[in-house]
């Protein structure tokens, strides 16, 4: 036992599988533990390296793994997956968490805080309850077009698509109870979501880096605030390899010394991407004005000839850039002048 170099942890709600290796990468042991059993197990531990995957309750572990004085390293779940032995179960699973993490090129995920995931769970609760008021939008207005009744898209017409219901004399009242329930409810999550959106407003204003980030074209206090949380500059050698992990950059399948360039790859945070995107687009949309501040030489000239879906693309992967530049170094965005622009 004293002589175990790494031990890997598969993990789930009550039971955990480890597995060990000695000095001569051998296995050394392989045990499972119940979730009361974990930390009564490693405080009898010397100091040890420790790998999991970064899935759910990872952090949690790690931090209190880590307060034992171990180790811990997290593993991104899709680069242990080629490590697995045919079939997958909690023993080949932690075998592999084990060999990946000694892999000399792997990268590893930076353990969250308290404080971090609790300011990331404020977003997510965010994004829980929009989602919930886009499905209660649309099964109203399902349910009101089976009446005849039809509104125009968005939340702004959930009111007067209320009121249309209303006074519409053919409907049934059963229907019409069950329908202004519906619109209660989507008030209710109004309600709601304004609270959090006003907490989040606060975030942004006690955050140096929200707001430094707040100044790039595109980013509002919430994108801002979420790449705040989200990113930690360090992890990432440079701009690029945050727009590569981002899924901003093209798949490659290049061989044989010709490169080859695909779509883009969708790696990496998914609600990170949709949010550079989205701010892409916005500026994007006020680039064909010709007083517009926004839009920039470089970007004129690639919507002269791009289609604009693949222009947002390539603007989030610069967005993405400028963030770590600005992330690293501290300094509030200068918009680029006509003369810098030219000679770029």
Known sequence: MSEIKRIGIDTSKAVFTLHAIDQADRPALRVNLRRAQMLPFFKKRPRTEIAMEACGSAHHWARKLMALGHDVRLIPPQYVKPYVKRAKNDRNDAEAICEAAGRPGMRFVLTKSEAQQADGLVLKVRETLL??????????????????????????????????????????????????????????????????????????????????????????????????????????????????????????????????????????????????????????????????????????????????????????????RIVWAIMTSGEVYRHPTAGAAAAA
């Open 131 to 320: 989602g919930q008021r886009t499905r209660l939008i649309n099964t109203l207005r399902g349910h009101a077009a089976e009446f005849g009744v039809i509104a125009a898209k968005g939340t702004s017409q959930v009111m007067p698509l209320l009121a249309a219901i209303e006074a519409e004399a053919s409907i049934p009242a059963t229907a019409k109870e069950m329908l202004a329930l519906l619109g209660e409810e989507i008030t209710h999550l109004d309600d709601r979501l304004k609270e959090v959106e006003a907490k989040l407003l606060a975030m942004h204003r006690a955050s140096a880096i929200s707001q430094l980030l707040a100044t790039i074209p595109g980013i509002g206090p919430i994108i801002a605030l979420t790449l705040a949380v989200e990113i930690d500059p360090k992890a990432f050698q440079s701009g690029r390899h945050l727009a590569a992990w981002l899924g901003l950059t093209p798949r490659e399948h290049s061989t044989g010394g010709k490169q080859r360039l695909g779509g883009i790859s969708r790696a990496g945070h998914e609600r990170l991407r949709a949010l550079l995107v989205t701010g892409a687009t916005a500026v994007i949309r006020h680039a064909s004005r010709t007083d517009s501040k926004l839009a920039s030489e470089w970007l004129r000239q690639l919507l002269s000839r791009k289609p604009r879906k693949l222009v947002a693309i390539a603007l989030a992967n610069k967005m993405a």
